[in-house]
């Protein structure tokens, strides 16, 4: 039976794509979290700066059809109350080792973020399981493309900029997996309590990425866990 990490990646390497709520606003959290999730989301990460976070994350947590994680993970302390809450993956939009180091010592997979080539070594190098690219490069895929090019073993995973039209395309680039921000939970919508479009893009969303291939061979097997750090050498 995988660990409770295996098992997180091996959802990602299976769902391609999570859905990321990322609002001020504390009456859409949940309607628009449920609105994703009867999309066929199974996959959810759910933003620390976001209202009642730890309580919506406590609550989905129960769910054993969903992988749920915490975004804008910034310290230590943060992690811990995330991990507290129930949180199997851990996000950032930063590079922070220890951040890393705990979601290593407590069976959580880390997903720091990082632009440069040299950001996303030292994120892997530290043990990441998962590289956010953020923010956005302008070049979107191309950038992906050059950056695997030397660096295949790199699992990779876009967000800002990530859409309907251009998720194909980030998925030929050979990211690992994508995530939904705006381009999913749209800010008019919300706004307008449209949360029946929110279902309905999920579902074309998911569609879409479910039909393209599984995660990239080049990246190494999802079950490789702590300690096999790909071309350090």
Known sequence: MPSPRA???????????SAILRTDDAA??????????????????VTL?????????????QRD??????????????????MAAGARFLVSPVTDPQVITFCRQHDLVSVPGALTPTE???????????????????SGPDYVKAVRGPLPFLRLVP???????????????????????NSLFDRED????????????????????SAYAPAPAAAP?????????????
């Open 120 to 138: 996303m070594m030292t994120a892997h190098r530290a043990g990441a399981d998962l590289v956010k690219l953020f923010p956005a490069p302008a």
């Open 65 to 82: 059809d969903l992988v749920i994680g915490a975004g804008t993970v910034l310290t230590v302390d943060d992690a811990k109350e995330a």
């Open 28 to 45: 859409v959290v949940r309607p628009a979290l449920d609105a994703v999730i009867a999309g066929g989301f199974r996959i959810v990460e």
């Open 159 to 181: 967000t800002s900029g990530v859409d309907e039209q251009n998720c194909l395309a980030w998925l030929a680039a050979g990211v690992f997996a994508l995530g939904f921000v």
């Open 221 to 233: 097997a999802v079950g490789a866990l702590a300690g096999q750090h790909v071309g350090n050498g």
């Open 7 to 17: 098992a997180v990646l091996e959802a990602f390497a299976h769902h391609r794509c």
């Open 49 to 61: 700066t976001t209202p009642g976070c730890l309580t919506h994350i406590r609550a989905l947590a």
């Open 190 to 209: 919300l706004q307008q309590r449209r949360f029946d479009r929110l279902q309905q893009r999920a579902q074309r969303l998911v569609a879409k990425v």
